[in-house]
Every structure is written in C-alpha cells, then in structure tokens.
Nanobody
Framework: QVQLVESGGGLVQPGGSLRLSCLVSTGSFMTFTRSAFGWFRQAPGKEREFVASVSRSGASAYYSDSVKGRFTVSRDTAKEMGYLDMNILKPEDTAVYYC???????????????????WGRGTQVTVSS
C-alpha cells in the first residue's frame, strides 16, 4: 500500500513561486521505483484535473497545457519524494493539489486520474494579491 503526504502549499501573490512536495511511503524501495507519480488539482466547484506527471524512471514528464512552461514535475528516488515546482503562478492556479501514484507508465494513463490508485489528502494553494 502506497501512502502519500503532500506539503508546501500556501498563499502566494500572482507571479510568485511554490514548491510542493509529496512524501511517498511504500514500505519497499522497489515499490517506489515501480510507481509513476502525478499531480492533480481541484478548484472549488470544479472537477479534479490533471496538472503534471512523471514516469517510473523519471525520464518522461507530462503537463497540462495550462501549466506547461511554468510548472516542473520531478522525483527523487533516493529520498522517495515527488515534487512540483510552480512558477509564474496565476489566480486560476488556486486549488487543492493532490499527489497520486500508479503502477501504470504510459502517457495516456499518466494524464488520467482514473489510472491512479493511491492519493494523498491534498495541500491548498492560493494565488491572490
């Protein structure tokens, strides 16, 4: 069973930056390396949407059009952590951000929340002046 805990959210002004972290507890180093990770977000009154994901190896990363060029997703195998670096934040980025894990590894699955079977509880990001 994979347990995920997000941190790093907060209040930031438009144009600012934040780094979200996802602590991954798998009980097995091999489980971590066999898992791909993704970030999704949910704004009030809206459905959860894909933000970014990184493959098992870390060699491939995928982004939604709305964050491409501003956000960077990464993973640190040694620390068993996932990260989402967010730059040039906009008010429309305001949402609860969730980290998810999946054993799947193809591009289509890594942009689909239904492919993820473990989720954290989320961290709030608010972009406002």
């Amino acid at each position: 069973q994979v347990q995920l805990v997000e941190s790093g959210g907060g209040l930031v002004q438009p144009g600012g930056s934040l780094r979200l972290s996802c602590l991954v507890s798998t009980g097995s180093f091999m489980t971590f390396t066999r898992s791909a990770f993704g970030w999704f977000r949910q704004a009030p009154g809206k459905e959860r949407e894909f933000v970014a994901s990184v493959s098992r190896s870390g060699a491939s990363a995928y982004y939604s059009d709305s964050v491409k060029g501003r956000f960077t997703v990464s993973r640190d195998t040694a620390k068993e952590m996932g990260y989402l670096d967010m730059n040039i934040l906009k008010p429309e980025d305001t949402a609860v951000y969730y980290c998810g894990a999946t054993r799947k590894d193809d591009a289509a699955d890594l942009e689909d929340g239904r492919a993820f079977d473990s989720w954290g509880r989320g961290t709030q990001v608010t972009v406002s002046s």
